[in-house]
C-alpha cells in the first residue's frame, strides 16, 4: 500500500504565497515523477508542475513562473511553493506519483486526496 499527505492548503488574499507538500510513505522502491495538479468543479485535473527524479521540473505555461516545485528524494516528498497568487489559482491540488512499488517491481500511478486552495480577490 502506497499513503500520500498533502498539506499547505488553505485560504490567501490574491498576491500572497502558499507552500504545498506531499509526502509519500508504503510499498515503494523509488519515485519516478512527482506532480501536482489542480482541479476545478467541474472541470477535469490539469497538470501544474511535474518534477523528474534527477529535478528536472515542467510547469504549466500560463503560471507565468509564479510557482517553483521542489523534491526531496529522501523524504520522498514534493513541495510546490506558490507566490503571487490569483483567484484564477483556486482548485483543489492533488499530488500524483509515478512510482515502481517494492511488491511487484513495476511502474504505478497514485493519486493523494488533494488540498484545497482559495484564493480571494
Known amino acids: 500500500q502506497v499513503q500520500l499527505v498533502e498539506s499547505g492548503g488553505g485560504l490567501v488574499q490574491a498576491g500572497g504565497s502558499l507552500n504545498l507538500s506531499c509526502t509519500a510513505s508504503?510499498?515503494?522502491?523509488?519515485?519516478?515523477?512527482m506532480g501536482w495538479y489542480r482541479q476545478v468543479s467541474g472541470t477535469q485535473r490539469k497538470l501544474v508542475a511535474e518534477?523528474?527524479?534527477?529535478?528536472?521540473?515542467s510547469y504549466s505555461a500560463s503560471l507565468k513562473g509564479r510557482f517553483t516545485i521542489s523534491r526531496d528524494n529522501a523524504r520522498n516528498t514534493a513541495f510546490l511553493q506558490m507566490s503571487d497568487l490569483e483567484p484564477e489559482d483556486t482548485g483543489v491540488y492533488s499530488c500524483?506519483?509515478?512510482?515502481?512499488?517494492?511488491?511487484?517491481?513495476?511502474?504505478?500511478?497514485?493519486w493523494g486526496k488533494g488540498t484545497q486552495v482559495t484564493v480571494s480577490s
Open positions: 500524483k506519483i509515478d512510482y515502481v512499488s517494492s511488491r511487484y517491481h513495476y511502474t504505478m500511478a497514485y
Open positions: 508504503g510499498s515503494i522502491l523509488r519515485i519516478n515523477d
Open positions: 518534477i523528474t527524479e534527477t529535478g528536472d521540473a
